[in-house]
Each structure stands twice: as structure tokens, then as C-alpha cells.
């Protein structure tokens, strides 16, 4: 009878949500795929410091932090992220921070809740416990932040009562406060903490009523062949909407965000190389290495807490027609690898998008990375987001522009939008008006022209289309003034970050 037990006890594990919570395991079993770790939270742990506000992660009142084992070292890496948008099930493995953690056990305040209170940083506090779980993910990775990563840290954080002044000088300055003896800087390495995640960490697939995590590609490529019909789930920042604000009813979903092969992601000579588990913040700090004229979309493609959750991959597989990294990678002649079964096949970017919410993969297929070329010799290349808001906004239209000139003349051309059609593509017309031509205001005029061929975009609430098609062509002219020397500022841009 014990052996038995004990096996009815290995089943019952295998079949719940295990993760850290307060230096205790937890595990959590008999509650929809589909709940998310906010509603965990409030209605199931009555840990109701974690508030919802837009319940679509962008205000950041439910801002919690995620900490992860890594793999080979005895360290975990805290990031924050939306728990509103984010499913319980993929926090499976990991540690579970809330403002609620942070105090130390006699009362005793984390020198950023103490920091929030000596600079007056509370105002109704409704958004307050998110802001200091932002700002103790800060404090977690940077010994000493200045105002900048300060500003970026918050820019997923919404304060309705507009007092961002107090809030701001309170992050910069809880550095200043002596070393706690509850959650320094040293818990990411501490041994007790690391052994705890250990504990918990799966060697076979999580398996749940409507949910699954294959651990491995061929075992992810079996499950989805089995079960083409399942919705695949990455970073969950669309998905997450369509549970939350959608209200609908998912098939089964297989979870990729454990697939060993599909988190790695390298760099050569032939350029990158990006799983579509990798998280958004890994995947643009790599880009960035190669191609840094994109500092300013990879700050504006969305908060650190979108960022952690978001994978490349999602983006690139969603295929929204204001998704914004697609323009730039099909400008550039990146290509996605896709997988069914045993069958691989690679595919250029552009030709992944068949029509709106319509992609060229069969039942069962999936992504498995995206594969961006390295920069080449004498390549010009930029590209450009509008939107009403610089932080945490939609593009009423993203545009990417690569060129290659010799002698003064276009010699290769590829354009791509985003926000003009029904998926992102290129500007077919617009690339035959400059190739061979000379690059000059002349050339670009008639290119400019040329984008009333290539695209007749919709009016929403975002942009009319008399507006886009006049920012479409005023962008390709911004491109060419700030590009006018090619290839000398071409060769300079490579060489250094663009300004911000």
C-alpha cells in the first residue's frame, strides 16, 4: 500500500502547477489551463496586493517577478512581467515573487517599499505595489541604476494619480539604502533558494486537462502532430488578451516555453540564429549586437514586463499586421524555420503571410527559429515606429528600409511595412522605382509616389489611411536624408548604436 501511495503521489504531482512561493513549494492542481497567475493570486492565494487593472498588461498594477534556475549555474535570473496576461501553468519550475514577499519576516520594509515611503512615492496606491515590484526586479540585476534604466524599468507602469516625480526619485535612490537582510542582491545565488527550484524542476512534460509542455522538439513535434488542432502558446502577451479581454475558449494548448532546443539562441558569421521560445529581451539584446540603427524599436516594441514574457517567435508566428518586428526582419532577409513531424523547411519571412491572420503553415506545423542574416558590406538600414505614444503603444504603421548603393546608384533595395495591409510586407513597386537608379532626391520622390501602388491602407482608430499613406512616404524620404552620403554613413551607423 505505501508503494502505491507513493506512485499516486508522483501522478498527482505530475499533474499540477509546482513553482516557489515565500521559499515554499507550492503546488497547485484542479484549476482551468486558462487561469491566469493574477487570479491565482487574488482569488485562490488571497494575495490580493497584486492588483488588475487592464487585465492586458499594459498598466502594470499586477507587475509581478519570476525567478528561473539556470541551466549549469547556481544562480536564478529575476525578471518582472503582467500576471494578468500571464498563464499559471508556464510559471511551472520557476519562483513566484509579489509585493507581498518583499517585507522582511518581523516587518521590517525591502529598501524599495522603504524608498517608495521617504520620497512620498504612494499617492492612491492602487498602482503601488506594481511599480515596487518593477523597481525590485531593478534592484534584483543593477547594483547601482541611474535615472535611465530607472525610466525604462517603469515604462510598463502606469500611475493614474500622475505622480511619477516621487516614484522615479525613489528608484534612484533605493540603491542608496544599507544591504537588507531579506531579499539583497545576494538571493540570486543563495544556495537554499537555488536548491528549492531544483527540487521542483520536471524531467518529463507537464501534462494538464487542456494543457501540455513537451520538454524537448521531437517531443513537441509529436504532440502537435498528434494534435493539430491545439493552440501553440509562447510568451502568452496576444494569447493571454484573448483569455482575458476576448473571453474565449481555447483548445488544448501545447506551452513551447520548454523546449530546450527552441530557448537556445547564437550568433556567426552567418548571422542569428533565435528560438521561438526565446524571450524578447534576449532576443533584441542579440539583435541589437548586429544591427544597433534598432535601439529605438527594440525600446518601444514594449515594457521590460512585455518583453519577458514575449518571445520573438510569437510575434514573428502571430503575424499581425502591425506586429513590429516584421517590417524590419523582411527588410533584412531573415527566414523562419519551420517544422511538422520530422519535415523541416525554411521560408523567407515575407512569404510566411498569406493574409490577414493566414500564414503558409499546414495543421501541426510550427516554428521552430527565426534566422536573421548578418549585416552586409555597405548596407544601409533603418526603421521607423509611429505611434501617438513613444512607450507602450500599437504602431498606426512601422516601416524598415535596406539598402545597398555602389557608385551612387540603388544596387539592392528591400522596403517592408507594417499597419499598411492586411499582413506586413514589401513595397514591391517602390523597390523597382529605386533599383538602379540613382540615390538622389529625384529617385526617392518617384519612389514615394510609387507606395500609392504598393499599398491602399484601411482608416481605424489609429490613423486614417490618407494619414498612413502620407507617413509611409515621408518615412522613405526621413531614410534618405539620414542616408544621403551612403555608403560612408553607412559604414558610421554600423559602427556605433543609434541615438535614442
Same mark, same amino acid.
Given at each position: ?47 490580493? *496586493? ?6 492586458? *498588461?499594459?498598466?502594470? /498594477? ?8 539556470? &541551466? ?34 518581523? *516587518? ?71 544591504? =537588507? ?24 512534460? !507537464? ?26 502558446? /509562447? ?6 488578451? @484573448?483569455?482575458?479581454?476576448? !473571453? ?15 530557448? /537556445? ?6 548571422? !542569428? ?10 532576443? @533584441? ?35 499581425? =499586421? ?42 501541426? #506545423? ?16 533603418? +526603421? ?17 528600409? /535596406?539598402?545597398?548603393? $555602389? ?14 495591409? &492586411?499582413?506586413? +510586407? ?12 540613382? @540615390?538622389? $532626391?529625384?529617385?526617392? #520622390? ?17 490613423? +486614417? ?21 551612403? =555608403? ?8 556605433? &548604436?543609434?541615438?535614442?
Amino acid at each position: 500500500m505505501a508503494g502505491s501511495g507513493s506512485q499516486d503521489q508522483a501522478i498527482a504531482a505530475s499533474a499540477a502547477v509546482r513553482f516557489v512561493l515565500d521559499g515554499q513549494s507550492v503546488s497547485v492542481a484542479n484549476l482551468p489551463a486558462t487561469t491566469t497567475v493574477l487570479e491565482y493570486l487574488r482569488n485562490v492565494a488571497h494575495r490580493t *496586493g497584486t492588483k488588475e487593472g487592464c487585465a492586458e *498588461g499594459d498598466c502594470g /498594477a499586477c507587475t509581478v517577478v519570476l525567478g528561473e534556475l539556470m &541551466a549549469g549555474a547556481q544562480q536564478v535570473h529575476y525578471r518582472a512581467v503582467n500576471s494578468c496576461i500571464r498563464l499559471l501553468p508556464t510559471i511551472d519550475g520557476q519562483e513566484l515573487v509579489t509585493v507581498e514577499s518583499l517585507a522582511a519576516p518581523e *516587518g521590517t520594509l525591502h529598501p524599495v517599499q522603504q524608498a517608495m515611503v521617504d520620497y512620498h512615492a504612494s499617492q492612491c496606491g492602487f498602482c503601488t505595489p506594481g511599480f515596487v515590484m518593477s523597481l525590485f526586479a531593478l534592484y534584483l540585476n543593477e547594483p547601482s541604476p541611474d535615472r535611465t534604466q530607472v525610466l525604462e524599468a517603469l515604462s510598463g507602469n502606469l500611475c493614474r494619480c500622475t505622480g511619477y516625480r516621487p516614484i522615479i526619485e525613489a528608484g534612484c535612490q533605493m540603491a542608496a539604502y544599507p544591504k =537588507p537582510a531579506h531579499w539583497s542582491r545576494d538571493e540570486p545565488s543563495a544556495p537554499a533558494r537555488c536548491s528549492a527550484l531544483r527540487a521542483i524542476q520536471r524531467q518529463q512534460a !507537464l501534462k494538464l486537462p487542456g494543457f501540455t509542455a513537451p520538454r524537448s522538439l521531437k517531443e513537441l513535434a509529436a504532440t502537435l502532430e498528434a494534435n493539430p488542432a491545439a493552440q501553440v502558446l /509562447a510568451g502568452g502577451t496576444d494569447v493571454g488578451l @484573448w483569455v482575458t479581454k476576448q !473571453l474565449r475558449e481555447l483548445p488544448a494548448i501545447v506551452y513551447v516555453g520548454e523546449v530546450a532546443e527552441l530557448k /537556445a539562441a547564437s550568433s556567426d558569421a552567418q548571422g !542569428l540564429s533565435i528560438g521561438a521560445a526565446v524571450p524578447l529581451t534576449q532576443a @533584441w539584446a542579440l539583435i541589437l549586437k548586429s544591427y544597433p540603427q534598432l535601439t529605438e524599436l527594440a525600446l518601444r516594441f514594449g515594457s521590460p514586463p512585455v518583453q519577458n514574457s514575449g518571445t520573438l517567435g510569437g510575434n514573428v508566428a502571430n503575424g499581425s =499586421p502591425i506586429g513590429d518586428s516584421m517590417p524590419a526582419l523582411i527588410a533584412l532577409g531573415a527566414q523562419v524555420e519551420l517544422q511538422r513531424g520530422s519535415s523541416v523547411r525554411r521560408l523567407a519571412l515575407e512569404q510566411l503571410y498569406l493574409g490577414y491572420q493566414r500564414k503558409d503553415m499546414a495543421p501541426g #506545423e510550427f516554428l521552430v527559429r527565426v534566422l536573421i542574416p548578418a549585416p552586409a558590406a555597405g548596407q544601409c538600414f533603418a +526603421s521607423y515606429k509611429v505611434a501617438k505614444r513613444f512607450d507602450q503603444d500599437i504602431s498606426a504603421l512601422c516601416a524598415a528600409f /535596406a539598402l545597398r548603393i $555602389e557608385h551612387s546608384h540603388v544596387v539592392a533595395v528591400r522596403i517592408a511595412y507594417g499597419g499598411m495591409a &492586411a499582413i506586413p +510586407s514589401r513595397a514591391a513597386a517602390t523597390e523597382q522605382a529605386l533599383l538602379g537608379q540613382p @540615390w538622389n $532626391e529625384a529617385s526617392v #520622390e518617384k519612389a514615394m509616389r510609387a507606395l500609392g501602388e504598393d499599398f491602399k491602407p484601411l482608416t481605424d482608430m489609429r490613423a +486614417s489611411s490618407g494619414y498612413r499613406l502620407q507617413a509611409a512616404a515621408q518615412l522613405l524620404r526621413r531614410f534618405f536624408l539620414e542616408h544621403g552620403a551612403a =555608403p560612408q554613413a553607412c559604414r558610421a551607423q554600423q559602427a556605433v &548604436a543609434a541615438p535614442l
